[in-house]
């Protein structure tokens, strides 16, 4: 076997369900290795989880980035315990610090209805919704610059700024026309706020409009974010490639998998396109914890994100048997786990989307 074949993963399950759907996406990425001839040497770290932060007043350690090394990916569950370390704290100490140190750009989430997966849009057929949300991941909204001026006075005053710069807007914009490039409908859609958001709006719009026309063949559209957010739930048969800024590609990133059914079956990665770092991928959802410890959550959303890591290292072949894995073991309601109305666990769904490998 060719050394490149190789993968250094580095293994963080978190926190709650991340713990428990963690093993089900190894599971099936272990199957896919034997079956498709490539290697994984995986790392487990204990760290970037809120036991850690109750041991050590910390999420992770000082040398986290050293720990970790120079792995070929991260493979990630969900962060978060709110009863012992609030979320703000547990997820800028975590997440937010691998997206922002490895300049994990991108936020890519596909959109997808899966045959067998009931869809709260009444009429929806599988076929029907089939899109990617493009999020900028680094910049935008997402800022910590500001601050309070007479607190607790009446006076008080609170001030947040957005941040964009034309690096980061381009890159993003740069890569949702490339995505749409390899599409068949070849369509980007831009969330925009121009008519309320009046300095950094227009400004991602013109970007837009710049961008598109080293593009021409590739069409493109914007919506303001609201009326973007009911398109979303009316026709979402009328999106191919979805961008947007840090903010509105958060909510649009929830918002599209709840359209499809249940984010338990969700998958993100947080990428460096130049691969000059290690890309991110892990489940849409959270730690769940009011799940959390009873073998009841769908590892899909960890099974399906495992599928997006094998095709960003280059692994088409097997990332494409994951999913028709996936799609057999959804079709069938006793390998379904139950936000889905099946009667499977967590372990037997994960089994058996390793067994329909
Ligand atoms: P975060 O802010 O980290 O996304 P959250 O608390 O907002 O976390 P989740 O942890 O994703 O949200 O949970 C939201 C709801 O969805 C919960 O009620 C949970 O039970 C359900 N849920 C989330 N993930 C799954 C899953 N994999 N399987 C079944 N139910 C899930
Ligand atoms: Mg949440």
């Given at each position: 076997m060719s050394a490149e074949r190789n993968y250094k993963i580095s293994v963080i399950p978190g926190d709650g369900i991340g713990k428990e759907v963690m093993p089900e996406g190894v599971r099936v990425l272990e199957r896919a290795a034997g079956l498709y001839g490539f290697t994984l040497d995986q790392t487990w770290h204990d760290f970037a989880n809120c036991d850690y932060y109750a041991r050590h007043g910390q999420m992770m350690p000082d040398d986290w980035k050293a720990q970790i090394g120079d792995p070929h990916a991260i493979f990630f569950g969900a962060v978060g315990w709110?009863?012992?370390?609030?979320d703000h704290i547990s997820l800028w100490q975590s997440i937010l610090q691998f997206r922002r140190e490895y300049d994990q750009y991108i936020n890519l989430r596909p959109v997808r209805l899966m045959p067998g997966v009931p869809c709260p849009?009444?009429?929806?057929?599988?076929?029907?919704i089939d899109f990617w949300v493009v999020r900028e991941n680094t910049e935008g909204e997402y800022s910590s610059v500001g601050g309070k001026m007479?607190?607790?006075?009446?006076r008080e005053i609170v001030m947040q700024e957005t941040v964009m710069t034309r690096h980061g807007t381009e890159r993003v914009l740069r890569y949702a026309f490339d995505l749409a490039r390899t599409r068949e409908r070849r369509h980007v859609t831009s969330a925009t706020k121009s008519n309320g958001i009046a300095i950094s709006m227009p400004w991602w719009d013109e970007r837009v409009e710049e961008m598109a026309a080293h593009y021409p063949d590739v069409t493109h559209d914007k919506y303001h974010i609201d009326i973007l957010c009911a398109q979303f739930v009316?026709?979402?048969?009328?999106?191919?490639v979805v961008v947007a800024s840090n903010l509105f590609g958060d909510i649009l990133s929830d918002l599209g998998p709840a359209c499809t059914g249940t984010i338990g079956v969700a998958p993100s990665a947080n990428i460096n396109p130049e691969r000059t770092t290690p890309s991110l991928f892990e489940p849409?959802?959270?730690?769940a914890p009011d799940i959390a410890g009873k073998g009841i959550a769908n590892p899909i959303g960890q099974i399906w994100s495992a599928a997006m890591m094998l095709e960003h290292l280059g692994e088409p072949d097997a990332a494409a048997a994951i999913m028709r894995a996936v799609e057999t073991v959804l079709a069938e309601p006793g390998l379904r786990t139950r936000d889905l109305?099946?009667?499977?666990?967590t372990e037997q769904c994960g089994r058996a989307v390793a067994e329909a490998l």
């Open positions: 709110p009863d012992t370390v609030p849009l009444a009429g929806r057929e599988p076929g029907d007479f607190p607790g006075t009446p009316m026709n979402p048969d009328r999106f191919d849409v959802h959270g730690s109305k099946g009667s499977a666990d």
